[in-house]
């Protein structure tokens, strides 16, 4: 694959920038040592009789030909190394015009995209950096029209871009990264894997640019990118890392969210936004008894219940309105009065009949013995939240042994009435 394209690249490269020959005179020695080279079919063999004519003949009448062979040698040429080395002397020629440096430039790129080992990015950011202003300058050649070149030469132009921001990346240039790839997004507006790195390269600056990065990859799960499942876990370890919530229900709700947003558009809309830990901290700090601003609904809710979601309370008084057995754990339907005033609480808890939590306890079995209308305290983990009708849940439950009733003695076993002996 890898052949068949970089072939079909070149093939546009010279169509819209052909090298150009000289016209003077070659000897039959030149010509021979030309067409062994240009007949070698073994690339490694071919790439080392092509250097030797150009250091026997630096100035021929036939350098266009030769680095024109140099660009089919390129082609079935291992390992990207090798690719790399060539097009770097060739490049280093003083006589290059622009639009043979580009023809080089192009499977060097090609190359360094591949993972040439010990590659310098400095030097391939540079490389790739030129390949694009000069394919950003192309004239059509005659019979082509500005708009059937920009076609033609998309892939060029991607090539040159992608490997921009991986060079950037590499050198911890992540606003440089995030430019190539705004870029490349450009050319075509909806790359999956091009935004997956642009919202890695947002994520990776100092500081984060949060909302960007995190729609930017939400932007790739929606638009199927390659290994789609391990790009969410990053999405969602980079939003979690961010809020540091309590509640992986709440977690994998807001990243659905992102992901169906992103889904609809590549814009990310003005009032976008994920609470951030600070936020979270700020609202658990003002909730205060956090009940009554759940209740409320809205979004001063959603987000009062994100910063208590998942944590531990302890001691918390309610009412009992049902106890259901559900064999390895107790369901507790219980109510909680949201007054502040403690004799309005007592009186709303004293004619509640309707549940608005509900309580898993596991682990303690005489929880069983609890009774509807019984008043306890329990300690549990916030699990759920319904606004409406409101409910809360809760698991982890324990409640205080203080309040659970004693078991009922049993009734003492009669003694077996001994077996009648028949008479003697």
Request: proline share 8%.
């Given at each position: 694959m890898r052949k068949a394209f970089l072939a079909g690249v070149v093939a546009i490269l010279l169509a819209v920038a052909p090298l150009s020959a000289q016209e003077q005179s070659y000897t039959p020695d030149e010509y021979k040592l030309y067409k062994a080279a240009a007949d070698e079919t073994a690339s490694a063999a071919k790439l080392q009789k092509l250097d030797g004519f150009?250091?026997?003949?630096?100035?021929?009448?036939?350098?266009?030909?030769?680095?024109?062979?140099?660009?089919?040698?390129?082609?079935?040429?291992?390992?990207?190394?090798?690719?790399?080395?060539?097009?770097?002397?060739?490049?280093?020629?003083?006589?290059?015009?622009?639009?043979?440096?580009?023809?080089?430039?192009?499977?060097?790129?090609?190359?360094?995209?591949?993972?040439?080992?010990?590659?310098?990015?400095?030097?391939?950011?540079?490389?790739?950096?030129?390949?694009?202003?000069?394919?950003?300058?192309?004239?059509?050649?005659?019979?082509?029209?500005?708009?059937?070149?920009?076609n033609q030469i998309k892939p060029v132009k991607m090539v040159f871009l992608t490997a921009m921001g991986s060079a950037a990346m590499s050198l911890k240039d992540f606003a440089g990264a995030a430019s190539a790839y705004q870029q490349s997004l450009a050319v075509t507006p909806d790359d999956a894997l091009t935004y997956y790195r642009?919202?890695?390269?947002?994520?990776?600056?100092?500081?984060?640019?949060?909302?960007?990065?995190?729609?930017?990859?939400?932007?790739?799960?929606?638009?199927?990118?390659?290994?789609?499942?391990?790009?969410?876990?990053?999405?969602?370890?980079?939003?979690?890392?961010?809020?540091?919530?309590?509640?992986?229900?709440?977690?994998?709700?807001?990243?659905?969210?992102?992901?169906?947003?992103?889904g609809q558009g590549a814009e990310r809309p003005a009032g976008f936004s994920i609470p951030s830990e600070a936020d979270l901290t700020k609202a658990r700090e003002n909730a205060g008894a956090f009940l009554g601003d759940l209740m409320a609904g809205g979004d001063h809710a959603r987000l009062v219940w994100l910063s208590v979601c998942g944590l531990e309370f302890p001691d918390v008084a309610v009412k009992v309105i049902e106890v259901a057995d559900n064999g390895d754990s107790t369901l507790l339907k219980v109510y909680r009065a949201q007054m502040n005033d403690p004799?309005?609480?007592?009186?709303?808890?004293?004619?509640?009949?309707?549940?608005?939590?509900?309580?898993?306890?596991?682990?303690?079995?005489?929880?069983?013995?609890?009774?509807?209308?019984?008043?306890?305290r329990f300690t549990g983990t916030l699990s759920g939240y319904q606004p409406e009708p409101?409910?809360?849940?809760?698991?982890?439950?324990?409640?205080?042994?203080?309040?659970?009733?004693?078991?009922?003695?049993?009734?003492?076993?009669?003694g077996k009435r001994p077996t009648k002996r028949p008479g003697k």
């Open positions: 150009l250091e026997q003949y630096p100035k021929s009448a036939l350098k266009p030909y030769v680095l024109a062979e140099y660009l089919k040698a390129y082609q079935g040429l291992k390992p990207p190394a090798l690719v790399i080395a060539s097009a770097d002397k060739v490049l280093g020629m003083p006589d290059l015009d622009a639009n043979t440096r580009l023809q080089f430039l192009y499977p060097r790129t090609v190359a360094y995209i591949q993972g040439a080992e010990g590659a310098d990015h400095a030097r391939a950011h540079a490389a790739a950096d030129e390949g694009l202003r000069i394919a950003n300058g192309l004239q059509p050649p005659q019979g082509m029209t500005p708009e059937q070149l920009a642009l919202g890695v390269s947002y994520l990776q600056q100092n500081p984060p640019n949060h909302m960007d990065g995190f729609w930017a990859v939400a932007r790739a799960v929606a638009l199927k990118v390659p290994n789609e499942a391990s790009v969410r876990t990053y999405l969602r370890t980079s939003v979690l890392r961010y809020q540091n919530t309590q509640c992986d229900r709440e977690l994998d709700r807001q990243v659905n969210e992102i992901v169906a947003l992103a004799e309005q609480a007592a009186d709303d808890m004293e004619k509640a009949t309707v549940p608005n939590m509900e309580i898993t306890v596991t682990e303690q079995p005489e929880a069983k013995r609890l009774t509807k209308d019984a008043y306890v409101f409910l809360l849940s809760w698991n982890q439950a324990k409640i205080n042994p203080e309040d659970i009733p004693a078991e009922e003695a049993q009734p003492a076993k009669k």
